[in-house]
């Protein structure tokens, strides 16, 4: 094997040329580039394990070297960030947003949210968002030369609506000329409470949450209720139970923390609803259910349930729980279960690997049809 080497000056150093190895050096592998000769006076670098090894980092798809030192404080301040977000979420902040824009359903949702607030002993947000606003100038301006009279039309019957109703309730009134997309999900960020109006104008129409409304529901990370037009809020309200429907398949403090609480404020019965398809097991050859099977399935169901609520009701002695176990398919037996309750409580659990924020088909099934107002509430 010859020894290959190209000088480029008689005073530069020689650059030995790919597929060949320096005099005195053990053969390279063919194809790859031998490696340089260490400067004068600088150290070698560090190849063996150890604590400035690197490691491979993975991150929204990306890669790249870290030094496990550097690594672990970066996971560190990761999760520190993430708690933080978490305990901004959990902190109460005293306001029910509730979106305006005129419609029947919108006035339904203010009245509802305008009790929630008196339930909750907080403030009352009115938001309407509208990106063509003009600017409001100071002191507002007479009617006929006011550019915004129809939104301030609008927030003013809607903040006499409340007053006349709940007279000693504290009322903000907030317009903002943003996307009402954008807008609204600021405002939940700051809110314990988000109250939309839903579009219910027959059977037919159960069909149409509205565009916003799903979008809302999906992005916000904090509990949004949704209204119908053609539910009175006041009498209903106060009168039913609240109801919450389980999973049971992976933690869901938050929402059994929501639905306790609701039920504590309105001082009535909590119903919990897990709906459970029946195994495979439970059925015969002939496409029958074994009764026995079927039992022990239930059972095991109602064990399970009982489990998830045990440390709840300690927390929440004087609330009444009723337990339900439905066999059959999650959304049929929530709603089965809905007829005559005053506020129906859901989760959807935030999937951060998912490529998009998005609702499942049982929540789905239940804003679209639920026969009172649907709260929706994210958790981990």
């Not at 904090?222 to 039913?240: I, S």
Request: charged share 25%; with cysteine.
């Amino acid at each position: 094997m010859e020894w290959a080497a190209i000088l480029t000056s008689s005073s530069s150093p020689p650059r030995w040329s790919t597929g060949s190895c320096a005099p005195g050096a053990a053969p390279c592998s063919a194809g790859r580039a031998a490696p340089r000769p260490a400067a004068r006076g600088r150290p070698p670098r560090q190849t063996a394990p150890g604590p400035g090894r690197a490691d491979l980092c993975r991150r929204d798809g990306a890669e790249w070297l870290m030094p496990e030192r550097t690594r672990s404080s970066t996971l560190e301040v990761w999760a520190r960030m993430r708690r933080a977000r978490q305990e901004r979420s959990e902190a109460m902040k005293d306001v029910i947003t509730a979106g305006v824009d005129g419609t029947p359903e919108s006035l339904s949702a203010i009245l509802w949210a305008a009790e929630e607030a008196r339930l909750r002993r907080a403030r009352l947000r009115l938001l309407h968002a509208w990106v063509l606003l003009a600017p409001e100038p100071t002191p507002r301006p007479a009617a006929e030369q006011d550019q915004n009279y129809w939104p301030h039309r609008t927030m003013d019957e809607a903040a006499t609506a409340v007053r006349t109703r709940f007279p000693d309730l504290p009322v903000e009134q907030a317009l903002v000329s943003k996307d009402p997309l954008e807008a609204l999900k600021e405002a939940a960020e700051q809110s314990d409470l988000l109250v939309l109006g839903s579009r219910d104008l027959g059977p037919v129409s159960r069909y149409a949450l509205g565009e916003l409304g799903l979008q809302l529901v999906a992005h916000t990370a904090f509990p949004t209720v949704l209204v119908r037009a053609r539910q009175d809020t006041t009498a209903a309200e106060r009168a039913g139970e609240v109801m919450v429907g389980l999973s049971l398949h992976g933690p869901c403090e938050t929402l059994l923390a929501f639905a306790f609480d609701s039920a504590a404020r309105r001082g009535g019965t909590l119903r919990a609803v897990h709906g459970r398809h029946l195994p495979a097991y439970a059925y015969n050859r002939g496409g029958g259910v074994e009764p026995i099977a079927a039992e022990e399935a239930a059972q095991d169901a109602r064990q399970e349930l009982a489990a998830a609520l045990q440390p709840w009701r300690e927390k929440y002695p004087d609330v009444r729980v009723d337990d339900r176990v439905v066999m059959e398919s999650p959304a049929p037996a929530l709603l089965h279960s809905a007829a005559d309750a005053g506020l129906f409580i859901v989760g959807r659990r935030r999937r951060h690997r998912l490529p998009g924020p998005r609702i499942g088909h049982v929540v789905q099934a239940v804003v679209h049809h639920a026969p009172c107002p649907v709260a929706v509430v994210p958790h981990e």
